[in-house]
């Protein structure tokens, strides 16, 4: 099984409005052995902005994303990734349901395959089941020293060492994730009472205040074992 992946992430100016003010990629091969398996280039920049209401999260003065702005370094950026994204197989964030719809647009290629590797990967992360978990979390978990985040770059370069450590087994994961990637996703309802809502909310579904009912996000390929571990009944909303 040979793969080109492009390894992705994007900062932005708040999640609601989704204004990207960063971005980084890492052209990665998945080679016929190990050595012919790995890192080939990497690339990263500041998009230009006016504001940026999460710079105490990301560190990213709006002012500072001006430069790449004036220098032509942003478009320039978008451009080299752009084409090297339409020679890959797929694309792979850590949390593809934030990132895809910012890259598809950014980079004009809605029809780029994606893989997330947070829900589409089994790293053996020891996660409750299809729940979220933390970039960092999994780093360190799997031994490797984390000493910055939430810049595009320090994610990409995480999560490709994440996949460094599992070169060996790479290929089958990929070949999973793969197949997981592609199962449509179903919206559950948990259909518990108030006073058991706790139940839900350990499970991993969220509130949602305008349906007024608790919710969460399962691949269809996960629903039957993910069901099996939950006490209490649930409905398919979509």
């Not at 091969?29 to 050595?35: A, C, M, P, V």
């Not at 070169?167 to 197949?179: D, H, I, N, Q, R």
Request: charged letters at 25%.
């Amino acid at each position: 099984m040979e793969l080109r992946l492009l390894v992705i992430d994007t900062e932005t100016t708040d999640i609601e409005s989704g204004i990207p003010c960063e971005i980084s990629a890492t052209l990665y091969q998945l080679g016929d052995s190990i050595k012919s398996t790995g890192a080939i280039a990497s690339w990263s920049s500041l998009l230009p902005v006016t504001s940026n209401k999460a710079e105490a999260i990301n560190g990213i003065p709006w002012q500072l994303t001006q430069i790449a702005h004036t220098d032509s370094i942003a478009w320039d950026s978008i451009s080299l990734i752009s084409r090297i994204a339409q020679t890959c197989d797929y694309a792979i964030a850590f949390n593809a349901d934030f990132d895809a719809p910012i890259v598809n647009k950014l980079l004009n290629l809605e029809r780029l395959k994606w893989i997330c590797a947070m829900k589409d990967i089994n790293w053996g992360y020891p996660a409750k089941p299809h729940g979220n978990f933390k970039l960092v979390d999994l780093g360190l978990w799997m031994g490797i020293g984390v000493s910055t985040a939430h810049r595009a770059g320090d994610d990409v370069r995480l999560l490709v060492e994440c996949l460094n450590r599992r070169k060996e087994s790479l290929p089958e994961m990929l070949e999973t994730a793969t197949v997981v990637a592609k199962s449509p996703v179903l919206e559950l309802k948990a259909l518990v009472s108030y006073e058991n809502r706790g139940l839900a909310s350990d499970a991993g579904f969220f509130w949602d205040g305008d349906r007024k009912v608790w919710v969460k996000k399962v691949k269809e390929c996960h629903l039957d074992s993910f069901v099996k571990t939950l006490s209490f009944k649930t409905e398919i909303l979509s």
